[in-house]
């Protein structure tokens, strides 16, 4: 199986910052990777598709970048409600695993 | 509105059986791959089961192979979760989720519904 890890676990900004999460995977997953946010109570809700395609519906502060093992998702100019937990899932092959998440706190 | 609802959650004993359910409205539904993702109480996403828009292929995750049964009824518009000989581990929230249908054997899940909870205890 494919193992994703997020860095960091979490992160503390503040509104206004520029933030970036990273995700690795144990071996090369090519662009298939997708970028979730889960808010306290609420089901995930995808940003990023294939590492770097954005979502429509979604704020176009988030960008997605990488490929093969490396993957990076920016947050532009944190708004308040961008404070939630995020998560990335390898759509390369079964199983789609996902990484353990990091926790985006207010500073 | 694109729509999924799970139904089904509930209280079991260890060993005991459960059916979840997700009822989809809002698409053509026999069109899209379905899934079932799982979140543990206070942890992250785990994927659980995926099945194709036919139904020929099934795949499950190795922590619930031969306990877990995904199905779907295309003309009942419903997908389904059969879940035998239930664990404590197996406490969670269950989510139903959508395949994007934009890039075949790679798609990501662009809807989810709100989730049932499974609760495995004695």
């Known amino acids: 199986d494919i193992q994703m890890t997020q860095s960091p676990s979490s992160v503390s900004a503040s509104v206004g910052d520029r933030v970036t999460i990273t995700c690795r995977a144990s071996q090369g997953i090519s662009s298939w990777l997708a970028w979730y946010q889960q808010k306290p109570g609420q089901a995930p809700k995808l940003l990023i598709y294939a590492a770097s395609r954005f979502q429509s519906g979604g704020p176009s502060r988030f960008s997605g970048s990488g490929s093969g093992t490396d993957f990076t998702l920016t947050i532009n100019s944190l708004q308040p409600e961008d404070f939630a937990t995020y998560y990335c899932q390898q759509a390369n092959s079964f199983p789609y695993t996902f990484g353990q998440g990091t926790k985006l706190e207010i500073k | 509105e694109v729509q999924l609802v799970e139904s089904g959650g509930g209280l079991v004993k260890p060993g005991g059986s459960l059916r979840l359910s997700c009822a989809a409205s809002?698409?053509?539904?026999?069109?899209?791959?379905m899934n079932w993702v799982r979140q543990a109480p206070g942890k992250g996403l785990e994927w659980v089961s995926s099945?194709?828009?036919?139904?020929?292929?099934?795949y499950q995750a190795d922590s619930v192979k031969g306990r877990f049964t995904i199905s779907r009824d295309n003309a009942k518009n419903s997908l389904y979760l059969q879940m035998n000989s239930l664990r404590a581990e197996d406490t969670a929230v269950y989510y139903c989720?959508?395949?994007?249908?934009?890039?075949?054997?790679?798609?990501?899940?662009?809807?989810w519904g709100q989730g049932t909870m499974v609760i495995v205890s004695s």
């Open positions: 099945i194709s828009s036919s139904s020929r292929y099934t």
């Open positions: 809002g698409f053509t539904f026999s069109s899209y791959s």
């Open positions: 989720t959508r395949d994007q249908r934009v890039i075949p054997d790679h798609d990501a899940y662009d809807i």
